[in-house]
């Protein structure tokens, strides 16, 4: 069974900047596509970033320039370095484990970002 397990939100304000981890178990960060995605309240979620099994990386347009993905494959953990927060940043960011061809979906619990001064 994978286990995604997110840490490193918090509340943060206008301009600053977190950095998200999703430590996993269970599985390797290397054979997966693993992303970052947002749910706002009253929203529906909402793909941030992801980066394929080959280390390809794909970015949401709100977010360019602005959020950096990357993954430490020692540590079996993947990252989102999040600078110059706004404030429509806000919601709670999962982690997501992808191996859609042999049927694998794996999400966190979700961790809260709060951006507001």
């Known amino acids: 069974q994978v286990q995604c397990v997110e840490s490193g939100g918090g509340l943060v304000q206008p301009g600053g900047s977190l950095r998200l981890s999703c430590a996993v178990s269970g599985s390797s960060v290397t054979i997966a596509t693993m992303g970052w995605f947002r749910q706002a309240p009253g929203k529906q979620r909402e793909l941030v970033a992801d980066?394929?099994?080959?280390?390809?990386?794909k970015y949401a347009d709100f977010v360019k320039g602005r959020f950096t993905i990357s993954r430490d494959n020692a540590k079996n953990t993947v990252y989102l370095q999040m600078n110059s927060l706004k404030p429509e940043d806000t919601a709670v960011y999962y982690c997501n484990f992808a191996r859609i061809r042999v049927g694998q979906n794996y999400w966190g619990q979700g961790t809260q970002v709060t951006v507001s001064s």
């Open positions: 980066m394929t099994s080959g280390g390809s990386t």
